[in-house]
């Protein structure tokens, strides 16, 4: 939002904004408060349900990202915010499906976890800043639960490179415009999970892709 990668807040008026992933649709919300029309996508009921409870004036759209429910050419704008993306083993069929919906020059801007973080252990403090598995493993994490001797998945997340995102991105019919990395902020002392200012002072935490 600060950074406006999708544009100034007084040029989101009136634009068709699809938000993908969309969770409880925190950004959906902004986007409308800047006189956005937004739609929220999730294939998350439940994420949509919470959306309802929160209130939204816009619609919510429960389904597949790699199946979007929209002609083409219907939005001027579309992001991202650590949605879809990482939970999807075929990214560029995502990629090609928000490409397919959005008008001439659309820009689309999604971010996730940067992929250098997957090389070290998810921990806030010291121990999080040693190399413990390979850049280059693009093994999924998998969390699962064990029924009567058979394996469930209930969270996948697909690691890619930062090479694979640009030839993703590519592959799509993208064009790539921007690459950021956004760096802590001095004024965050909070610790989350594997986020922490020890770690956000020496290792990017997000990549957002910017792409037209």
């Known amino acids: 939002m600060e950074a406006e990668l999708l544009g100034p807040p007084e040029e989101l008026k009136g634009k068709d904004v699809l938000?993908?992933?969309?969770?409880?649709?925190?950004?959906?919300?902004?986007?409308?408060?800047?006189?956005?029309?937004?739609?929220?996508?999730?294939?998350?009921?439940?994420?949509?349900?919470?959306a309802l409870r929160i209130g939204s004036a816009f619609p919510l759209v429960c389904a597949d990202a790699g199946a979007l429910p929209f002609a083409d050419g219907s939005f001027d704008l579309a992001c991202s915010a650590y949605g879809a993306l990482p939970f999807v083993a075929d990214p560029v069929l995502v990629l090609s499906e928000v490409r397919r919906v959005l008008r001439p020059g659309g820009r689309f801007v999604f971010s996730v976890t940067h992929p250098i973080r997957w090389a070290f252990p998810d921990e806030p403090g010291p121990e999080g800043l040693s190399v413990a598995?390979?850049?280059?493993?693009?093994?999924?994490?998998?969390?699962?639960?064990?029924?009567?001797?058979?394996?469930?998945?209930?969270?996948?997340?697909?690691?890619?490179?930062?090479?694979?995102?640009?030839?993703?991105?590519?592959?799509?019919?993208?064009?790539?415009?921007?690459?950021?990395?956004?760096?802590?902020?001095?004024?965050?002392?909070?610790?989350?999970?594997?986020?922490?200012?020890?770690r956000g002072n020496l290792i990017p935490g997000t990549a957002i892709f910017v792409c037209e």
């Open 133 to 198: 598995a390979s850049y280059f493993d693009r093994t999924p994490y998998v969390e699962q639960y064990i029924e009567n001797g058979v394996g469930h998945a209930v969270y996948v997340e697909h690691h890619r490179t930062v090479g694979d995102r640009v030839r993703d991105i590519v592959a799509a019919g993208f064009r790539l415009v921007d690459l950021v990395e956004p760096e802590w902020p001095v004024w965050n002392t909070s610790e989350w999970g594997g986020w922490s200012p020890l």
């Open 19 to 50: 938000e993908i992933g969309a969770g409880a649709a925190q950004c959906s919300r902004w986007l409308a408060a800047q006189g956005a029309r937004p739609v929220a996508l999730d294939l998350s009921h439940r994420q949509l349900q919470h």
